[in-house]
């Protein structure tokens, strides 16, 4: 079966950086993607890998290796408004997307 | 305005009852998606459409049908509404070539009882 985890919930400082792992095995891959979902409210996109190695975006980068099925999401320089869920996604060989429970960030002063 | 917009926003419904959701949206995008989403459990998609004239199942389609009224406008139904159908529904659209970049709309809360 096709299964995506990552960890439930962590608790990060404000300022401090967090690392928000991803492990997918999924019937093939086109792409593996984080969303972030406030409470209550949508999904946002916010990156994209198709291939091995690091995407930076402000203050938020992703990594990807294939080989191993593995992503993580690097958060720098946290805000508070940075607490929020983090959704990771695969994209299957149907390229339907295969989405992770969530990781629920938790950011303390 | 928001691009993709869903009424109604909070529903509470009995069991039995037939049930509209509906999804509007300005962003032009033919891929139109209907998820639910329940505590602990990833983005489950029931249907999706590439176009007008086509609707897919997703992997939970048992118990809801779609409607793909016009390109801008997508509809799911609960033919006769059941408690385990209590989650938190998105709509989503994507452009073409961009299938992973989704933009949801704001959800709409249903509760059957």
């Known amino acids: 079966g096709q299964n995506i985890d990552q960890p439930t919930e962590m608790t990060a400082t404000e300022g401090a950086i967090v690392q928000i792992n991803c492990t997918y095995q999924t019937s093939g891959f086109n792409g593996l993607f984080w969303y972030q979902q406030h409470a209550g409210e949508a999904p946002t996109f916010l990156s994209y890998?198709?291939l091995d190695g690091l995407e930076e975006k402000g203050r938020f980068s992703s990594f990807l290796s294939r080989s191993k099925g593995y992503s993580y999401l690097l958060l720098k320089e946290l805000q508070m408004k940075d607490s929020a869920s983090y959704l990771c996604?695969?994209?299957?060989?149907?390229?339907?997307?295969?989405w992770g429970a969530g990781t629920k960030l938790i950011i303390k002063p | 305005d928001a691009d993709v917009t869903q009424t109604p926003r909070n529903r509470i419904t009995k069991t039995g009852k037939r049930i509209m959701l509906e999804c509007s949206q300005t962003k032009g995008h033919d891929r139109m998606y209907w998820y639910r989403q329940d505590p602990g459990l990833g983005l489950q998609l029931i249907y999706y459409?590439?176009?007008?004239?086509?609707?897919n199942k997703g992997e939970i389609s048992d118990g809801y049908s779609v409607s793909r009224q016009a390109q801008a406008k997508f509809s799911l139904s609960l033919e006769s509404a059941i408690p385990n159908q209590t989650a938190l529904y998105f709509c989503a659209t994507a452009g073409q070539g961009e299938a992973g970049e989704l933009f949801f709309g704001e959800g709409s809360r249903l509760t059957v009882l």
């Open positions: 890998n198709v």
């Open positions: 459409s590439f176009d007008v004239k086509d609707i």
């Open positions: 996604a695969v994209m299957d060989s149907n390229y339907q997307l295969i």
